[in-house]
Every structure is written in structure tokens, then in C-alpha cells.
């Protein structure tokens, strides 16, 4: 009476892994300023609530495999203000965009072939790609250089006979790192040089700050039969806890693919759903408002942490993370420190250790993650709690 | 730029295989009673919506890896009525069953090992354990016998060197077979002799008729350690679209596995979870309004089957399907038929082909499955719909 191989070599979420110290740190009565996890305190518009409220059918009856027409229709009317033409066979309705990269992985990874991805990267990537039976295959991008891996040479380096996939999440979770359209044609190029499929998770799409540009792998037409678009209502509407995402690409055959697989589970919750279209369905003006929010987050979140001796950071073009390193040998030693010993007037703070976020062994052990979705005011007393644990922790 | 082996292997839902032609029927104006699929329309207690009615936050935010703690505890409270005794760390809740199924299978079974079911079966098994890399072992059971595989001698002539583990659909889903304590003792012994994880599915629990009682697994104390029950509020509250399901077991170690699985998908929907506890917490005549109900639409179903000459079906105790043998030599061709030629009064019928149920090649070309989760005049026209479709059929 073993349990598989598989699941007993699979680890806890490493975001997660910290929380019952946090927990703990609560029930003794401290403030836990949470920058651990992306989930944002911006309101969930409320056509989310309207939208279910008015669901009136006596029965919550079984939704089509590939999502709700209402909610696959508004997608397709988002896109449209990309210029990206999609029809509803071509968006299948996923339980958030986790179960999207899971889908992608299980049609698109054999065992043994191999995915590349920039590290530092989003940590599920590793869980999905193995559980397929791939390989994580990092490219290895610095802060120094603004978490840049759109380079010839840097992508090149890491093909291999066994690479069937280029995976990139733009905006970047953890780097904040945006690309240009420019890039994405460059790694367009290779990809098809090497016949490859590229993932773009956009969850963050909107989320370019300083005047960058939300773009979108739809965008470029020649490269329409190798796209699979992830995408999810999670971050753009501030609503993570509705699990709804989709899949989007122009490739009949892997659509057909993903279909076989979502029939497996039989279907979305049709409440999200339907609420989902309605935030689908919101206005430009909606973007606009809630990027103005995420970016003066972020500015406040960086000058707070450029008064921390000996910290590195660049900041950020996009998404609502911020990498840096911090003048410690382990974050994580220092992360249960800040949760179990620190405290400053009753409060203390809980990053994600970014060692998580790498493939190659031995990186991001000084590095921590955090993310810039709790208003202004927590935000610098967040990044000042750090500081101030930091002169403790170094000082003991 | 190929899709995985895994995938192509894959073929698409049996049960909704069928749905092309029943869409272009209802195109051209015909009524289709669809007793091909487990959809009720029983209604949906009206709690499950007033629970998400009244949701009050104002971010709709990530909910626990393992679950709302609200429902779990309805769920500890509702297997009290069992006089089971879970907490909730031995609760994790799951995207429908189907989540559930997915994720045990990929904990239990390790490429190359063995599950035994009775077939005919619920058709996602085959999917999910095979996802899992693993082989399906069926014990063939038969309409005569009232599809019983409780017997040592069945089970133990499946048993090899690499099976993993027992599956149990009970009451069974298609056959409606509903075991006696007598027969999980037997079940459990074996199991025990040869070291093997029970996996026990239950999401038909109280629907089980003539004063059959409604047993669980998790009443056998002995068998704490190995048994692993699904279940969902899918069918049990006409629920389906709510895509809440869970698993429950003793297991530690398993629980523990699961939960890593958990958090690679996050967390189930917020207001689904709501809604379900709800549900969870309605009382005794509930579900005695509904078993009365079912078992009347079933009395109804099998009357009006037993008009039919040449048909083979026993009356099932449990769920809401009915297997039977047909006069014809492929069902699937008559149930083309019924969709694309036949017609009553601008009326026509779909059941599933039972094919998808059997993983023995061969078997099930001549049976059917019916789901009688329509009211009783819809059930009674129905069949009857069956009927003169078999007389327009075999006199072409």
C-alpha cells in the first residue's frame, strides 16, 4: 500500500511551505503583512457578484467541456482589442489558469522531452512540466540585466534534440520582466527555426508599466499554429478565488487534444463562469484604473526598498512581483526569523524565498520574491518591516 | 511540433461522443430526451444559492489548497450521520469527483500497475487511470448475475503481482449494483490480504432503494488505513455544475501526497465551496424526498422497458442508470438512427452506448445506458421513444 513514485517525489508549494509559521505568528496575536502570495486586496468588480446573482435557472446544471458560450463569446470580444481574431473553438475554459499550463504540459510534453523557461520562474511550471514526465530546462537571466532572456544565444544554448516547447510568462512572475513585440518576433524566429511550441502565460497581460505596451503572442499571425495563449481571470480582475481561466490557440489538432482531456473532468463551475463573462466584459477604463494602482504600488514598494543597505533590485516593466537580494546568506533562516522571533509594534512581514523560483541548483538562496498587491501604505510598511527585521537579523 | 503520445492516445468522451447528432436533431426542431447523461433535473436546493447570494466580500480571493474550512466541516458533520469521524485534515475538497478520481489515481498508481474494477464502469476511470500510466484490470459482471463482484473468487482471479488497488462504485454507476456491508467486509478482507488501497466511490450514496440501506466504506474502522472514498455534491444535490467533490481518508501519508497535488492547482472555486456547505448541511428529508423520487422514476423506467420485446434488464438497487441489452446488433448504429432518421411526433431519445463502459474488447456492443434523471412522464415517454425506435429500426 505505497503511494506512486510520482507523488511522493513531488514537494509542497514552496509559497505555501511557510505559512504555518505565519499562522502561528497570528494566533499569538501578530499583524502578518502578507507580500508572500499574489493575491491582490484590489476589489473584484462587482459585476462578478451581479452577474451570479442573477443566475436564475432552478438547476446548477452540467457546462459544455470547452467552458460556457457566454464566457467563451466575451473572451473572444477581449482579444478583439488586440486585433487577435479568435472563434469559440479555439478558447477552452479551464479551472484557472493553473489547470490551463497543466493541460498544455499533459498534450504538448512526452516523457523524457524538454521545456525551456527563464529562470527565475514561476515556481507550478516545475510541478506540471515534471508531472508530465518533462524536463524543466532554465535559462538562467540575472537582475543586472533586467531579467532579459529574449537573446539568440542565451535560447539557442539551451536547445536540445529533446526541446518541444519554449515557455514564456510575459509580464513576468517573478521578474516583472515585459517583453517587446520585438522579442517576442525574435523568439518567434527560433521557435520555428526549431519547430518548437511556445506557451505564452499572459496572465498579467495588462500589467506594463512606464509606458511599455500590453502585447500578446496572438498578436503575430505567422506564428498562429505554435501558440498556446494561457490566460486567467485570477490577476487581471482580482479574482483568484473565481478558478477561471482559458487556453487559447489557433492549432486544431491541439485543441482537439485539450478537449479530450478537459472531457475527462467534464466541465467549469458554471457560477464563475458566468460571472467571469461579465468582468470579460468590462471597459478600457477598468485597465487603465487598475494599472495606475499596481504601478504607484510598485514605485513605493522600490524606493522603500532602495533604503535597504546592500539590497539589489531592478525595478520592475510589469506584473506585481519584485525580485531583489538581500544582505543574508539564507533568506529562508531569515524568513522564519522575521515570522517566529522579529516584530516591530506587534507587526512583522512573510516574503516567498526565491530559491523556489530556479531550476539550477544552488541560486536564489539570497533572493526573495514579493508582491506589490497590498495598498500604498501596507506596502512600504511591509518593505520597511523587512528592513527593519533585516537590521535585527544581521545584528543578533 | 507534436502533440504527446498520451494525448493522441486519448479518445473522446463516450458518453458525449453522441452530442453532434443530438445538437443538429434539436437544430432542425426535434425534441431529444437525453437519458445519456447523469444530469438530474431535480432542482438544485435553493441554499446553495442563497449561501452564494450571500457572499459579502469584497475580493473574491483564493481559497485553501485543501479546501474552505466551512465546508469541510459540513462535510465531518455530514459523515457524522454515518458515525464516521473525520477532521478536517482528512478532508481535501476537489474540483467534482472528477478531480477527485484524477488526483488519487495519480497518487496511487504508478506506471505499469494494475487497478481492478467492475465492469461495466464509470467510462472516466479508464481515462484517469491510464492518465496515471496505469492498466485497468476489469471483473467482467453480468446483467444476470445483478452485476455482483462481490465474490472472492472474481476478485482474487484479477488480482496479479501489480495491482495497486480495488475501485468500487457504489451504488454503481452504470450498473446501480448497491453492496451490503457483507459484501465491503469481503472486499475489505481481500484487500487486506493482499495489501491493497480500497478506492471507494460513494457519490451515489443515499440513493439506494428498496429499503437497501445507504453504507459507506468508511464505516469499516479495520479498514481505516486503506480505504480512500470520493465524493461530490453533484448527484447527491443535484449539483453538477458546482464542481465541488472531495476526497476523505484516515491515510496520512496519502493526505499528505494529495495536498501536494493540491497546491499545484491552487484551490477550488470560493462561491461554489459556499454554496456546497450549504448543502451539505440540509437534513434527513432531503434526501429521503429525493431517494423517493429517483426510486420512482426508476419503477417508471423499468416498467415501460419491460414493454420492449427481446429487452435484457435487471432492476437496479442503487444510483440512477439502468443497463440493457437490446435487440439489435450495435447500439450504436440504432442510436444514430434515433437521432438522424427516427422521429415521433417530432420526438426522439439518446441513451449511452455501453461500449465505453467495458474495458474487455467485445462487450457492451448490444447494451445501453440509461440515466433516469428526468421526471417520470419524461422517463416513461423516453423509453417509450426507445421502443418505437426499435420497431421503426428493426423493420427497415
Known sequence: MELSNRVNAMGHSPIRRFNKYAIEAEANGKKVY?????????ETPACFMEAVKDFDKKVVAYSESGGETVLQDAICRYFERYDIHYDRSEILVTNGGSEALNMVFTAVINPGEEAIIAEPFYTNYHTFITAAGGRVVPVTTKAEDGYDFAKRDLIEAAITPNTKCICCINPGNPTGR???IDDMKLIGEIAKEHDLWIIADEVYREFAYDDRKAVSFGMLDDLADRVIIVDSVSKRF?????????????????MDGLMKIAQGRLCCPTLDQIGAAALYNLDEAYYDEVKAEYESRRDVSYEELMKIPGVVCQKP?????????????????????LLTEFEDNGETVMFAPAEGFYATEGLGNDEMRIAYVLNKDAMRRGVELIRLGLEAYNSK
Not at 238 to 254: M, T
Not at 319 to 334: G, I, R, T, W
Request: hydrophobic share 45%.
Open 178 to 180: 515585459v517583453l517587446t
Open 34 to 42: 502578507h507580500l508572500n502570495i499574489g493575491q491582490p486586496d484590489v
Open 238 to 254: 482580482s479574482a483568484c478565488g473565481a478558478r477561471v481561466g482559458c487556453v487559447a490557440s489557433k492549432n486544431k489538432e491541439l
Open 317 to 337: 516593466g510589469g506584473a506585481f512581483y519584485m525580485m531583489a537580494k538581500l544582505p543574508v546568506d539564507d533568506v529562508e533562516k531569515f524568513l522564519i526569523f
